[in-house]
T-cell receptor, first 112, second 115 residues
Framework: AAGVIQSPRHLIKEKRETATLKCYPI?????VYWYQQGPGQDPQFLIS???????DKGSIPDRFSAQQFSDYHSELNMSSLELGDSALYFC???????????FGPGTRLTVL | AQTVTQSQPEMSVQEAETVTLSCTYD???????LFWYKQPPSRQMILVIR??????QNATENRFSVNFQKAAKSFSLKISDSQLGDAAMYFC????????????FGAGTRLTVKP
């Protein structure tokens, strides 16, 4: 079965640079979620989209923005990167009428 | 706000034996969903099992089963016939039926399986 695809899998950036993370949901899934998991921590909800509209916002910094495109893929844009942004970023997707989120493999971002 | 508590930072089990991971949660909502996710060293988040709060019957997926006690707000995961591949971090998660966008995770329990 097709799963959630995230790219890149690993990303290394310098402080103050920008980064773009991409997420391709499971086919027919119209809802996408972004999570940030710091070292030794549980995933924290950042933001979600349903049918290309932002549906909810969690603890996402103002330096971050995201959107969902017409093909339902989503991109998380991160600017003015800080050392503390180093984390594993998960994307998850679900069918709008169900409750189960399926996670992608994550993108490991390292900010030097 | 809903909170999820996993009181066991680490657990260990002998291969082929049974282990139970604990999870409690706090909510004022009557309808919600509970999940167990597994995160192996690869860091992939893998859904293990889910439980709808309105269902009294405990969910089961092969060697994995839950003990859902709604009144006690408890949701433990039992792994039977433990295998080396079960070694991972296990996260308990809560998701409201009224707000599908926000899933709350516990701090996780690291399970070690000894051969």
């Amino acid at each position: 079965a097709a799963g959630v695809i995230q790219s890149p899998r690993h990303l290394i950036k310098e402080k103050r640079e920008t980064a773009t993370l991409k997420c391709y949901p499971i086919p027919r899934h119209d809802t996408v979620y972004w999570y940030q998991q710091g070292p030794g921590q549980d995933p924290q909800f950042l933001i979600s989209f349903y049918e290309k509209m932002q549906s909810d916002k969690g603890s996402i910094p103002d330096r971050f923005s995201a959107q969902q495109f017409s093909d339902y893929h989503s991109e998380l844009n991160m600017s003015s990167l800080e050392l503390g942004d180093s984390a594993l970023y998960f994307c998850a997707s679900s069918l709008s009428i169900t409750d189960t989120q399926y996670f992608g493999p994550g993108t490991r971002l390292t900010v030097l | 706000a809903q909170t999820v508590t996993q009181s066991q930072p680490e657990m260990s089990v002998q291969e082929a034996e049974t282990v139970t991971l604990s999870c409690t949660y706090d909510t004022s909502e009557s309808d919600y969903y509970l999940f167990w996710y597994k995160q192996p060293p690869s860091r992939q988040m893998i859904l293990v099992i889910r439980q709808e709060a309105y269902k009294q019957q405990n969910a089961t997926e092969n060697r994995f089963s839950v003990n859902f006690q709604k009144a006690a707000k408890s949701f433990s995961l039992k792994i039977s016939d433990s295998q080396l591949g079960d070694a991972a971090m296990y996260f308990c998660a809560y998701r409201s039926a009224y707000n599908n966008n926000d899933m709350r995770f516990g701090a996780g329990t690291r399970l070690t399986v000894k051969p």
